[in-house]
């Protein structure tokens, strides 16, 4: 801007406009509204033309021509004759300028007799013409013309039987012509400026002629009255009667002028609350209805509830019919489409509904995006906008036609009635609308609810009914007054669930280190707010909207605003009365301040907000000056009845010398209070650098806010898309490097103990946002639009292209296998690898019956590819097509921009560093196919085995039972439901036949779907009078990283040391075989692995992973303590092995002869024996046959979950039987190291450590 700021006027109105037909040019079709020419030429667009403009320009909101003329009609001139309705139609719009700033529009429409002859005779030629092409094209239709005619176009048939009716006879028919009267102001007071056009409509339309001429009326308006100052009121003249306006202080909800009742009508409270969620989480929203006012009621209601956060993407209410294109915007949008009463929500073509919300605004009817995560609290909010909305009599599940007036009704097409009561969205009567609320399951809740919580909505009424009695001094009419009530309630309600939900929003933001400049230059690496903690003090199912609601641009800005003004003065003042709310709440609310509980707090500030409101109304703080008769020339404003004349102007162009008022009425502190409020209210003025900063820093490819409305060359609109795809692109690199620092974060503070991944609810979150993401890329551009998700139907167009052509080179549907994947030389054996198959990956998704919508298989797709790290590479391969890439992408879109292509393919090649398991995690009760292989050793005859092997495999989600393994098969695959990321492998057999002896080097197990493969290494017997005697194992497994790794390994290792359990195997033989560790590096490992489970405790329970691996892999609990129980065993003779069961054993049956001698120790002492028997003995005892180490473990495991390790310890280094199995210089013999090592053992008592089922099978202790 003019940086006009400082001389702009704080005049009511910039700019008084009429629009319309300028006979000078004549009929000029209007091509880019995209009417057909199958249309009759009534039906069809005509341009329409600024016709004057007054004054000329202002310079603080200069005039945009095609704007204004685009959006006063944004559907051109409409003809019609006598016989069809002509009532004038009020509409306001919103011209956002570059800068983001708004200017408001309000237009009145009516329709005047067209005089101009020529005009009328165009008009006749041009039916000629059609109705020579019609008889050309269509043979005449017979019969059954009348049942048509009464009903307007109900169907296509009928449209073309009617073309003959609605046709114009120059002889017979009289010609209207749509024309416009259009206020641009500052602020939206939208009831004020509607009253001003309609009575200067009346004026012209009326008998009896105006008072004064039109021009004074005008001239006033536009000169004399003056804008209310905040927090103030003002009366101004209109042609028949007083207009009031006032305008919230700073201390308020920002100015909002329109109904909201209005939309609670046409939606219902439900829909409205749904479309607020879709809103707050920036999704693309397009309102469809054929009344321009609704959609703008409908988009600004929406954006004033959302205080104190803003729409920061491109909002353009009314999208005027040569904008069309501009749907395939790939980025979050808030646009009003215009149906032509043509209602059928089939025929619109919209580029991508992927995270589309649709809302038929006439239908009462919204189409969501999938997955959409609850509002907080939703049911008790509905509950409690409900009773306000009962309060005034308006009921909640909405009503389709109490905002259409009975006059309005005529409008309403029968088919639509019929059509409606078969949605169900009309009732027959009153009575039947609560019918139909009973049948509403919402609504049943509630009700249900208001039991519960015990609110009657008579005492609502009655609060109602106080206040109407008083308002016989407000100087507004009762309705309006009403309508002041209802807004500010709502609203209120609204900003409470606000101010509840982040009450303590300000411990977690982020203050920059740096000085401003340097934060600006940064902003988009710099994270503002500690979202994780935030997200950790939230109730539980608050989390799925919270933590995509903090990943919005709008929450992003509102941070940066509140890091840019630490002092109040330069406060923004949204933020301003923001603050001072929530300031209020923490100290109303006595509970810390950090504590969240999901308790409903009911707004409390509705009866303050009404009385300001009240107060302004019943005292008017300003009157503007009357009307009064202008220096006209002697004959001059006069009129002719029914036409709007036009005016003077000379008189109209130029203000008044002095601006009187401006002295008279506004000392400078209002003035100045006035620019400061400038913002909030979305004024024109941007100047203040702080403004500019964050919108320069935030916007990632949303500088668009409107589309420019003027002129759409074809270069103006490939401008457009080239914004849009280095957007998308800078996006993309914001998200991939959002999602690998929190991967990575989280990694590197663990610093690498167990698999880690970020909160399950977070992950999503980001998931879901890459997700969208993608369907927006694959959406830009699109030249037919098929199915709802853009990248779906790509990925079938390319499925397709494959079965037809199956062989063309590398590429083949056999699938890819890598190179460094390929088998290795060496003898080990290993799986065959998984091929590599985007093809093979699609069949995968589309296999599982549970995902029905096209957006769903996509998400799966991209979350399996993701799981896999193939995401990029699939792309790629996808895109390798380019013949099917052109075949369905224009010029212009990000897919054929080949740089950013490669660069966007480049960025989402980082996930591959890190592990996901988004697939696996997600699709919890799907059917997967898992491959075992078991490997036995070569060395010692495993080919002989004569008995029956079976195996059993356990993951987080659950495990398969028995599986027995046909005798001879080492390989073998079958399919259960996904058992989530695998933790053990019991493996086992019956002991038949005459060598059951078997070696088991490991298993492998493979998720044949996501590619993932664990290894369990085992290195034991399985054989009774072998190692231990076992004649099962549990065996503990990890992650392979990549199939190379696993392979090197193979080859160059010997199996010993990869198994955990080898360091347990025999104490005897070979005393080298294992290594001997002194007791510094015992207690190293004991308190190593006691630290993990401590911190595998201490982290949010989505993010923990294998507890089994903690306690039973090769550095956890059990082996460390076998550590302490081995160091200083004595050797036995040569070829007998000792197990340090054995050594429990003995203990055990000492204590229990002690127990029948009865000489009792002391009572603590007793106890700890006894439960030590308890549970060797059900140890020894258990059906399965786990040998000696196993039973070990299985004591270990359990001495854990019940905090008994540390008493059996202290237990075990007095036993005399110790003294006898250990050498003197063994670490259970120390009594320093063995206090040191009760109390480490201690620290686990804290803990609920639950096992897993596999660990315990047999005992029930």
């Given amino acids: 801007m003019s940086g006009g700021g400082s001389s702009a006027p704080g005049r009511f109105a910039d700019y008084f406009v009429i629009c319309g037909l300028d006979t000078e040019t004549g009929l000029e079709p209007d091509e880019l509204s995209g009417e057909n020419f199958e249309q009759t030429p009534l039906r069809r667009t005509f341009k329409s033309k600024v ?106 048939t009928s449209v073309s039987k009617l073309q003959r009716f609605n046709s114009y006879d120059i002889s017979r028919d009289t010609l209207y012509v749509s024309k416009c009267i259009c206020l641009i102001t500052p602020m939206s007071f939208m009831k004020a400026c509607k009253k001003v056009l309609e009575q200067l409509h009346q004026a012209v339309t009326s008998l009896q002629p105006p008072p004064l001429p039109l021009e004074s009326y005008i001239y006033n308006i536009l000169y004399e009255v003056p804008l209310p100052p905040a927090g103030r009121s003002l009366k101004f003249s209109g042609v028949y009667g007083p207009i009031i306006c006032q305008r919230p202080s700073t201390s308020e909800l920002p100015l909002f002028d329109f109904p909201v009742k209005e939309v609670f009508e046409l939606l219902g409270v439900e829909n409205v609350v749904q479309l607020f969620t879709c809103a707050l989480l920036e999704f693309q929203i397009l309102l469809y209805s054929q009344h321009y006012q609704r959609l703008m009621t409908v988009a600004e209601t929406i954006t004033a509830l959302m205080f104190p956060f803003q729409w920061q993407h491109v909002y353009v209410p009314i999208l005027p019919a040569s904008l069309l294109h501009f749907l395939d915007a790939p980025v979050p949008y808030l646009m009003g489409l215009h149906s032509n009463g043509l209602d059928d929500r089939s025929k619109l073509e919209l580029p991508q509904e992927a995270n589309l919300c649709f809302v038929d605004v006439d239908n009462h009817f ?30 909640p599940e909405g009503n389709l036609h109490c905002s259409e007036s009975a006059s309005k009704m005529k409008n309403l097409r029968a088919c639509d009635i019929v059509s409606d009561k078969r949605n ?46 008083k308002d016989l001094k407000v100087q507004c009419d009762e309705e309006e007054f009403r309508i002041y009530q209802l807004n500010i309630q709502i609203r209120e309600a609204f900003a409470n669930r606000f101010t509840q939900m982040f009450a303590d929003y300000e411990v977690f933001v982020i203050q920059p280190s740096q000085d401003k400049e340097s934060w600006f230059t940064n902003r988009e690496q710099m994270q503002n707010f500690d979202k994780a903690s ?23 800005s509102f941070i940066d605003n509140k890091i840019m003004c630490h002092d109040e003065d330069d406060k923004d003042p949204i933020l301003r009365v923001f603050d001072s709310r929530v300031d209020k709440i923490r100290l109303l609310n006595v509970r810390t301040p950090t504590l969240r509980t999901s308790m409903y707090q009911k707004c409390t500030t509705i009866d303050e907000a009404e009385k300001a409101i009240e107060l302004r109304l019943v005292k008017i703080d300003h009157t503007a000056i009357h009307p009064h008769l202008l220096d006209m020339k002697i004959g001059q404003g006069k009129y002719e009845l029914g036409f709007f004349p036009k005016l003077q102007s000379d008189v109209l162009s130029i203000g008044p010398a002095s601006n009187k008022w401006t002295k008279r009425n506004a000392p400078a502190q209002w003035r100045r209070k006035d620019r400061q409020k400038q913002h909030t209210e979305h004024l024109r003025l941007d100047n203040d650098q702080r403004e500019k900063y964050i919108q320069e820093a935030r916007n990632l490819g949303s500088t668009i806010r409107q589309p420019k409305l003027s002129n759409l060359s074809p270069s103006v609109i490939a401008q457009t898309n080239w914004k849009f795809v280095e957007g998308l692109l800078k996006e993309c690199r914001n998200k991939t490097k959002r999602m690998l620092v929190e991967k990575m974060g989280r990694e590197a503070v663990e610093l690498g103990h167990g698999e880690v991944n970020i909160t399950g609810v977070e992950e999503n979150t980001l998931i879901a946002s890459l997700c969208d993401l993608l369907e927006r890329i694959w959406s830009h551009g699109l030249q037919v639009k098929q199915g709802k998700s853009a990248l779906w139907s790509h990925l079938l167009h390319y499925q397709e292209n494959r079965q037809r052509k199956p062989t063309s080179g590398s590429f083949s549907t056999s699938g890819v296998l890598l190179d460094s994947e390929r088998r290795k030389s060496d003898a080990s054996p290993a799986m065959s690898p998984l091929r590599i198959s985007l093809i093979q990956d699609m069949r995968h998704i589309q296999n599982i019956g549970e995902i029905k919508t096209d957006v769903g298989k996509a998400r799966a797709w991209v979350r399996l590819s993701m799981e896999k790290k193939l995401l990029s590479r699939h792309l790629k391969q996808l895109l390798s097509d380019l013949e099917l890439t052109k075949k369905l992408y224009k010029r212009y879109a990000f897919l054929r921009c080949d740089d950013e292509k490669e660069q966007f393919l480049y960025h989402l090649l980082s996930f591959n560093a890190v592990d996901y398991f988004c697939f696996t995690n997600v699709f919890t009760t799907i059917l997967i196919p898992y491959h075992i292989l078991i490997v036995p050793s070569k060395k010692l005859g495993g080919s002989m085995f004569t008995a029956n092997p079976w195996i059993c495999i356990s993951g987080e989600l659950g495990e398969t039972g028995v599986l027995q393994i046909p005798r001879n098969i080492l390989e073998m695959t079958f399919e259960c439901q996904n058992l989530g990321k695998l933790t053990t492998v019991q493996i086992g057999h019956d002991n038949s036949g005459l060598y059951a002896k078997w070696l088991v080097e490991y298993v492998m197990v493979r998720n044949e779907i996501t590619g993932h493969t664990y290894k369990f290494p085992c290195g034991r017997w399985l054989g009774k009078g072998m190692d231990d005697g076992s004649l099962e194992r549990i065996l503990v497994g990890e992650l392979l990283t990549s199939h190379t790794e696993a392979d090197e390994r193979q080859c160059r290792t010997p199996p010993l040391q990869q198994s955990p359990s080898m360091i347990r195997r025999f104490v005897t033989i070979s005393p080298n075989n294992k290594p001997k560790l002194n007791t510094g590096q015992i207690q190293e490992a004991i308190g190593e692995a006691v630290n993990g489970i401590v911190k595998h405790f201490h982290k949010p329970e989505k993010e923990r992973g294998s507890l089994t691996l903690l306690l039973c892999g090769e550095s956890g609990l059990v082996s460390a303590l076998e550590q302490v129980f081995q160091h200083g065993f004595k050797s036995p003779r040569l070829f007998k092995n000792v197990f340090i069961w054995d050594f429990l054993e003995k203990a055990q049956t000492y204590y229990e002869t002690l127990d029948q001698n009865e000489i009792v120790p002391e009572e603590n002492w007793q106890t700890r024996a006894r439960s030590f028997c308890r549970f060797v003995t059900a140890i020894n005892n258990t059906p399965r046959n786990i040998g000696k180490d196993g039973k070990f473990q299985m004591l270990v495991c359990l001495g854990a979950r ?9 237990l075990l280094a007095d036993c005399p039987i110790t003294a006898q199995m250990y050498e003197d210089i063994a670490l259970i013999k120390d009594h320093t190291l063995v206090n040191s090592l009760i109390r480490v053992l201690q620290t686990l008592q804290e803990f609920n450590i639950t096992l897993e089922a596999s660990l315990v099978k047999g005992i029930d202790i």
């Fill in 366 to 395: 919204i189409e969501l995006p999938e997955d959409l995560p609850q509002f907080p609290n939703k049911l008790e909010f509905i509950q409690e906008i409900s009773e306000i909305l009962m309060a005034f009599g308006i009921p």
């Fill in 424 to 469: 169900g969205n009309i009732a027959g009567s009153p009575l039947n609308s609560y019918e139909l609320l009973k049948e509403n399951e919402t609504i049943a809740r509630l009700q249900a609810l208001v039991k519960r919580t015990g609110v009657s909505l008579e005492k609502l009424e009655v609060r109602e009914e106080t206040s109407s009695n």
């Fill in 51 to 156: 016709l004057a403009r007054y004054p000329e320009n202002v310079e603080w909101n200069p005039f945009d021509q095609d704007a204004v003329g685009m959006l006063c009609m944004p559907k051109g001139l409409a003809f019609k004759t006598q016989s069809d309705s002509r009532d004038p139609q009020f509409h306001s719009f919103i011209i956002t300028r570059e800068d983001g700033s708004r200017t408001f529009g309000f237009s009145l429409t009516f329709y005047e007799e067209v005089t101009s002859k020529q005009i009328c005779s165009a008009m006749q030629t041009l039916y000629h013409m059609h109705n020579a092409e019609y008889d050309i094209l269509h043979i005449p239709p017979t019969n059954d013309k009348d049942s048509c005619s009464s009903i307007e176009d109900c169907n296509v």
């Fill in 534 to 556: 935030f997200l950790s003090d939230q109730p539980e199912p608050y989390l799925p909207f919270l933590s995509r609601f903090l990943e919005t641009q709008m929450f992003a």
């Fill in 1202 to 1210: 019940d905090h008994l390790l540390h008493h059996w310890i202290a």
